[in-house]
Nanobody, 125 residues
Framework: VQLVESGGGLVQAGGSLRLSCAAS????????MGWYRQAPGKQRELVAT???????NYADSVKGRFTISRDNPKNTLYLQIHSLKPEDTAVYYC????????????????????WGQGTQVTVSS
């Protein structure tokens, strides 16, 4: 399974971006998918997760500004970001997990089986 992110870039504070993550290599859609980010000098942190049934969870720092969604037939994950702040600057990674318990919330990075290479988001003030 391969995950390929796209959509990152340089944007001014207050702007918007939509990140995409295309999954390939399996006829099945991942049961759980998520977006993580890692800023320079900081640990990777969870941004948002979504189940195959489109139940979502968000980090408190992004609630109301970020929206995670997925298109299962296209095997694509999205992250719509509004009102970008300089502190959102990071490399954004998508992650996928096959299997797991329905209704579970997987937030730890080690709970995901596959990772993309990341896409850089830089927000200028």
């Amino acid at each position: 399974v391969q995950l390929v992110e796209s959509g990152g870039g340089l944007v001014q504070a207050g702007g918007s971006l939509r990140l995409s993550c295309a999954a390939s290599g399996s006829i099945f859609s991942p049961n759980f998918m998520g977006w993580y980010r890692q800023a320079p000098g900081k640990q990777r942190e969870l941004v948002a997760t979504i189940t195959s049934g489109c139940s979502t969870n968000y980090a408190d720092s992004v609630k109301g500004r970020f929206t995670i969604s997925r298109d299962n037939p296209k095997n694509t994950l999205y992250l719509q970001i509004h009102s970008l702040k300089p502190e959102d600057t990071a490399v954004y990674y998508c992650a996928a997990r096959y299997g797991g318990l329905s209704g579970s919330y997987y937030r730890q990075g080690y709970e995901y089986d596959y990772w993309g290479q990341g896409t850089q988001v830089t927000v200028s003030s």
